[in-house]
């Protein structure tokens, strides 16, 4: 891509706007106020943007409940007698929605403690620079009144929204988007979830722990097709002893809604009936309409907005972070890209955004979680690697929690660098961190063996894998 030039630094008094509030928007207005700008933030739904208010906080804040349901069912083996469980969806929808106002609030009070100015409503952007050199953003604000701001720096974090297809449009009432979930008063009596990727997986592994019935619908041969298949395997067989139907290779061509269901039409004309369906089939940028292509913001064909890594546009100026990049639909990559573009557009140090070393993980029950090189790609790009792998069914800690479900497995180099790693069990998405140092640090599997762990615990297993490629 082509570059004009960003990179001659604006230090402390720039003016900084930035379009969207989600993490990518939050976390760059964050350390560009930190830095001595003045920061204005516009957005036109509410501060923490879709990740606060209808995807990471409401969709994690649902699965703890359910690991909590699912730790009660499981309280029988460990010798504890408990009684019926019983989901009041009203009262567990309420806390999410709760919980996701007031982690909103917070931002918004950080964000303004901080000297951050934000607007209410929404913002496109002027083509071409004013007279003063500096670029006008022009803001419909939520009261209806106007407001144009001059920027010396613009910062696009504008998100993504849940992809529709036309024949299973959402009604929000039995066809729902996962947007639409929180206003359930009742446990839905049949779940059908369409798409079995990490946002199907979650909600259909979630509900099902509560006590619905659930079919996954899945276009491939296996669910979490981008996964670790080893992974991936684990997660199918759990969902399938837990009593999920899984349709796999089956596309959903149509979904109807009438007032007493759903009926889910798939390719080879079965039909599959239940009380809702949720439609996980993916995400689109959030990027028409916002003036980008006319301000030289270059596009790729699938609408994301083109970035460097270190989150440059190719506009003047111009830097963009976050789910309308496409780079990594991660919450923690939306938030690393928007701080990245603000070290760089206001001339401090930096390390550009490396995708290899980002983890992340899928919220399901058991979690799997995954960072650097999979064994997959270093297949496909032909590399010669050394993997090693043992399940939590032999660590100590696990069997006295009456954990059997999982693994470590460790991708190392022939010269024995941690390259990759993959935690399938409990609290993965925590237990992934000593992997994730090891792949950014380049360290060897000896130099991870050699740091002590507690006995008995789950990380011992990560140690003990790493012996294993000594
Ligand atoms: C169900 C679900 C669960 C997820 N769970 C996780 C997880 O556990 N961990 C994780 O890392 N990631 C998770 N993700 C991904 C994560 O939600 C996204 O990667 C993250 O929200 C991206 O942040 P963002 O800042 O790019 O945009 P968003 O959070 O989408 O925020 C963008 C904001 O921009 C605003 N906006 C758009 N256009 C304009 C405009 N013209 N003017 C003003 N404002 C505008 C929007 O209103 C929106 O609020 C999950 C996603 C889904 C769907």
């Not at 604006?10 to 930190?34: D, L």
């Not at 109807?256 to 039409?265: K, L």
């Not at 979680?369 to 590399?383: D, K, M, P, R, Y």
Request: charge should be negative; aromatic fraction near 2%; glycine fraction near 10%.
């Amino acid at each position: 891509m082509s570059h004009t030039d960003n990179a001659s630094p604006v230090r402390a008094g720039a003016r900084v706007a930035i379009i969207g509030g989600g993490p990518g928007g939050y976390e760059a207005a964050t350390v560009a106020a930190r830095m001595g700008a003045h920061v204005t933030l516009i957005e036109a739904r509410g501060v923490g943007g879709s990740a606060v208010l209808t995807d990471v906080v409401p969709s994690k804040t649902l699965i703890a409940t359910s690991e909590q349901t699912h730790d009660t069912q499981l309280a029988g083996a460990l010798g504890i007698q408990v009684g019926d469980v019983h989901i009041d969806m009203a009262r567990v929808n309420e806390r999410v929605r709760d919980l996701a106002r007031t982690q909103s609030d917070d931002i918004r009070a950080a964000l303004q403690g901080l000297g951050v100015r934000v607007i209410d409503g929404r913002a496109t952007v002027a083509p071409g620079l004013a007279g003063d050199g500096r670029r006008r953003i022009h803001v419909e604000c939520s009261d209806t009144s106007k407001e144009s701001l001059a920027a010396d720096i613009v910062l696009l974090a504008t998100g993504a929204r849940p992809r529709e297809l036309p024949a299973a449009t959402p009604d929000g009432h039995r066809i729902l988007t996962w947007t639409q979930l929180y206003h359930l008063d009742e446990l839905p009596g049949h779940l059908i979830v369409v798409g079995s990727g990490v946002t199907g997986a979650e909600f259909a592994g979630a509900y099902r722990t509560l006590g619905a019935q659930v079919t996954l619908v899945s276009s491939r041969d296996r669910i979490l097709p981008g996964e670790d298949a080893d992974a991936a395997e684990i997660i199918e067989r759990v969902f399938e002893e837990r009593g999920m139907r899984i349709e796999r290779h089956s596309r959903a061509m149509s979904v109807r809604s009438d007032d007493d269901g759903v009926v889910v039409t798939l390719d080879d004309g079965r039909m599959v009936e239940g009380t809702h369906c949720l439609m996980a089939v993916g995400a689109i940028p959030n990027t028409a309409g916002l003036g980008l292509e006319e301000a030289g913001v270059e596009m790729t064909e699938s609408g994301h907005i083109r970035v460097d890594r270190v989150s440059r546009t190719t506009s003047y100026r111009v830097y963009a972070a976050g789910d309308c990049t496409g780079v990594l639909p991660l919450a923690s990559v939306a938030a690393q890209q928007g701080r990245i573009a603000m070290w760089h557009a206001l001339g401090d140090s930096l390390d550009p955004l490396n995708p290899e070393d980002v983890a992340s993980a899928v919220f399901t029950s058991p979690e799997v979680a995954t960072v650097g090189t999979s064994e997959a790609a270093a297949e496909a790009a032909g590399l010669t690697i050394r993997v090693a792998r043992l399940p939590l069914a032999r660590n100590p800690r696990a069997k006295m929690q009456g954990v059997s479900d999982g693994f470590v497995k460790i991708i190392a180099s022939t010269a024995g660098v941690v390259i990759g790693g993959v935690v399938v069990g409990p609290h993965a998405s925590d237990l992934i961190f000593p992997l994730t140092l090891a792949v950014r640090r380049r360290m060897t599997v000896d130099e991870l063996s050699a740091a002590s762990t507690i006995y008995p615990s789950i990380s011992g297993t990560i140690a003990e894998v790493a012996r294993i490629l000594h």
